[in-house]
């Protein structure tokens, strides 16, 4: 008897937008939550893809809740053991979206993510790559 095969290309590859609007709750790092919460399991394999999968999903957001992500990706890969994107978390995405507004570089995010993260990827991205 055959149940099912699992095959990793049939996956959804696009993007949960409703988790990342509940993400946009947890950018509080004084009570960021120790697991992450049901709501959030989707959005997990997304933190360690390229820039073609999240281009397109940050026009649903505006610059200061694309900084809250930012927050939120910089802690979820401090707190959470699966979440470590490398060179491919979604912070450097985001802040090359907020360079192309031209709300990026900004001095404080970018201080704080460096005093968060021990990425050192973050906020930039790979320079060699």
Not at 10 to 16: A, D, E, L, V, W
Not at 32 to 37: D, G, H, I, R
Request: glycine fraction near 6%.
């Amino acid at each position: 008897m055959t149940v099912g095969s699992w095959d990793p290309n049939s996956q959804n590859k696009s993007i949960p937008i409703e988790a990342l609007v509940f993400a946009l709750s947890l950018s509080d790092e004084h009570s960021f939550p120790t697991e992450p919460p049901e709501q959030l399991v989707s959005l997990q394999p997304f933190v360690k893809t390229g820039q073609a999968t999240w281009q397109g999903i940050f026009t649903d957001f505006d610059s200061a809740q694309l900084k809250q992500l930012c927050v939120f990706f910089t802690l979820a890969e401090k707190h959470w053991s699966d979440w470590f994107g490398g060179d491919k978390n979604p912070v450097i995405w985001i802040c090359k979206e907020l360079k192309s507004r031209g709300d990026f570089p900004d001095k404080d995010l970018t201080m704080w993510i460096k005093q968060n993260s021990d990425n050192r990827f973050l906020p930039y991205g790979n320079v060699l790559g």
